[in-house]
């Protein structure tokens, strides 16, 4: 395995600085996980307690979308079980996509509109191992977001699951999102994102048109809560595998066209 060399681990340490430094990068970076993962979670927790299921709208169809092995399942805890396993994977995988680009926005974007580029690029470091260098930061600043999110959506959700007697969420589907699906679209997120960069001007142009990367994923959670079709484990880990091999080329892609002249532009 290679390792990462001081120089690749002093670029690494110098975007982490510089992403946290930056006021629009480090609130997207804490407040998006909180909104997604635990704001929204508590608000629902709270209202299946406390609102009557009478008062509840589409609870008919709600109750229609539970697998067969837990119809038994009060409304509470069937409303519960529904968002905790269609709409709640939606806002965790927004997650890894939204803080890998704005951290490569800021890394990449964000170097041309300070003008260090020029300066990274005259140093004894390769652009290959820049470009390894950034992406490798800006991966690791999303998986460390994501990890923490994650520990702490299970927190609630857990909570949830004790209040309204019910077994733990945590099931294939879970898995394969947490360990599959989140680590692919991080580094599709990145890679993207370093081909934005080379037409963006300003960060926020960068970040404006990195919005579009989270309308598949929108569609594709939304479809399965209106009852188009179900997300289950096999074919949430073939979409995680089409995206691994999408972020495999286009790895190699981003990897050969990285040229400071094309950044600069």
Avoid at 192 to 200: E, I, N, Q, T
């Amino acid at each position: 395995m290679k390792t990462v060399s001081l120089a690749e681990q002093a670029v690494i340490r110098k975007d982490f600085h510089e992403v946290w430094d930056s006021n629009m990068a480090r609130s997207t970076l804490l407040v998006v996980p909180l909104l997604m993962v635990v704001i929204i979670p508590i608000v629902f927790l709270v209202i299946t307690c406390n609102v009557p299921p009478s008062q509840v709208n589409g609870v008919d169809q709600i109750m229609k979308m539970l697998p067969q092995e837990v119809r038994h399942f009060s409304i509470q805890q069937g409303t519960f079980y529904v968002m905790t396993n269609t709409l709640f994977p939606m806002f965790f995988l927004m997650i890894p996509l939204m803080t890998s680009t704005v951290a490569a926005a800021s890394s990449f974007v964000g170097e041309k509109e300070r003008g260090t580029l020029e300066t990274l690029a005259l140093t004894p470091m390769t652009l290959q191992k820049i470009f390894h260098a950034k992406v490798l930061g800006c991966v690791m600043l999303s998986a460390i977001v994501t990890a923490i999110s994650f520990v702490s959506f299970a927190i609630v959700i857990s909570v949830g699951d004790i209040v309204l007697g019910m077994p733990f969420f945590l099931n294939w589907s879970w898995l394969v999102c947490v360990f599959l699906f989140a680590p692919a679209v991080t580094v599709f997120g990145v890679v993207f994102m370093v081909l934005v960069s080379a037409k963006s001007k300003s960060y926020i142009e960068a970040i404006q048109t990195s919005g579009y990367i989270i309308v598949p994923l929108i569609l594709l959670f939304i479809g399965q809560f209106a009852g188009v079709f179900s997300l289950n484990a096999p074919i949430l880990l073939m979409i995680s595998v089409g995206i691994i091999v999408v972020d495999v080329i286009l790895w190699f892609v981003t990897a050969r066209s990285f040229q400071t002249e094309k950044l600069l532009r």
